[in-house]
């Protein structure tokens, strides 16, 4: 069974402050993770999409990775309207359905 | 190009009663997938429909029934309604490749 698994809980960052969400996760195989924003009450906002080990996407203040077992979204220099939940999800080979982790809930302070 | 919508944004039902969401697909995808996600969790699945025919379900008793039209639009029926039930409802349409989330129904249950 597939299994992701997102690491804080929640964060608190001063403006400026860069730091780094975990995201581990296990599957068969795997055919893509993917990263989402979610503001409170809305859909999730598709931000990143891996396919691979070793690759990388940036876009913005926003950098993620991922290795045979778990991806990385670095934040760098975050500032307020960065505060969000960032959920996590694989997909097994296939068009099969988005697996979520529960998500790491950020705060960016001014 | 038409992002995902979904209607009602909010509903509040009793027990016991049954309620209809309806979700429009994004321009060109023909896959439509509907998610439950309860308050600080992730989504989680329900099931996808493809090309008009069920392509998936997640672990969701048989109350909780779809459809999807030959516009691709689609509609997520719930019967007997618990209070479990409460959450947002999230529809997503993809093509070959990611998933893109509707802006979701929070439905209520009394």
């Known amino acids: 069974e597939d299994q992701v698994t997102q690491s804080p809980e929640a964060l608190r960052l001063q403006e400026g402050e860069s730091s780094s969400l975990n995201c581990s996760y296990t599957v068969s195989g795997l055919r893509g993770l993917f990263w989402y924003r979610q503001d409170p009450g809305k859909g999730p906002e598709f931000l990143f999409t891996l396919y691979s080990a070793g690759e990388e996407k940036e876009k913005e203040r926003l950098k993620a990775t991922l290795t045979k077992k778990e991806s990385f979204l670095h934040i760098t220099a975050p500032k307020p309207e960065d505060s969000a939940t960032y959920l996590c999800a694989v997909q097994d080979s296939g068009n099969t359905p988005l697996v979520f982790g529960k998500g790491t809930r950020l705060s960016v302070i001014a | 190009e038409t992002g995902v919508t979904q209607s009602p944004t909010h509903l509040i039902k009793t027990r016991g009663q049954q309620v209809t969401l309806r979700c429009s697909s994004q321009s060109g995808h023909n896959t439509v997938s509907w998610y439950q996600q309860a308050l600080g969790q992730g989504p989680q699945f329900i099931f996808q429909?493809?090309?008009?025919?069920?392509?998936g379900r997640g672990n969701f008793p048989p109350r909780f029934s779809g459809l999807q039209f030959p516009n691709y639009s689609s509609e997520l029926n719930v019967n007997a309604l618990e209070l479990d039930d409460s959450a947002l409802y999230l529809c997503a349409s993809s093509g070959s490749g990611e998933q893109y989330f509707g802006p979701g129904t929070r439905l209520t249950v009394t």
């Open positions: 429909y493809y090309r008009e025919e069920e392509n």
